[in-house]
């Protein structure tokens, strides 16, 4: 076990073989499938398989992503996202004449 440590709880995405595979080791390991992400991330990282510096997604894309997570989640729905009503035309400014 990696004992206690500051975590952060993130969401990723796998391929479904990829998760299949990972719960197969999980039920023959002492080691929690957090945990060998964790292990495995650790490795990759200090073999220098990645890159130096993470660029930061761009606002669109940060706020695409998060929008994605959320229906993902099912705290968002399609229907959301239904057409805006179509807005009347502002009247026009009238002057005041006292």
């Known amino acids: 076990m990696l004992g206690l440590m500051s975590a952060k ?8 073989a990829l998760v299949d595979a990972l719960n197969r080791v999980t039920a023959v390991s002492p080691q929690s499938r957090s945990e060998l ?10 073999e220098g398989s990645g890159p130096a510096t993470v660029e930061s997604p761009s606002p669109d894309e940060a706020f695409f ?3 994605a997570e959320m229906m993902q989640s ?3 729905q399609p229907a959301d996202f239904a ?5 009347e035309p502002r009247p026009k400014s009238k002057l005041w004449i006292n």
Not at 37 to 46: D, H, K
Not at 83 to 87: C, F, K, L, R, T
């Open 37 to 46: 992400i964790c292990a495995a991330v650790q490795r990759f990282l200090a």
């Open 9 to 16: 709880r993130i969401v990723i995405y796998m391929p479904d």
């Open 65 to 67: 992503d998060r929008v």
């Open 83 to 87: 057409d805006p009503a179509v807005e």
């Open 74 to 76: 099912g705290l968002l």
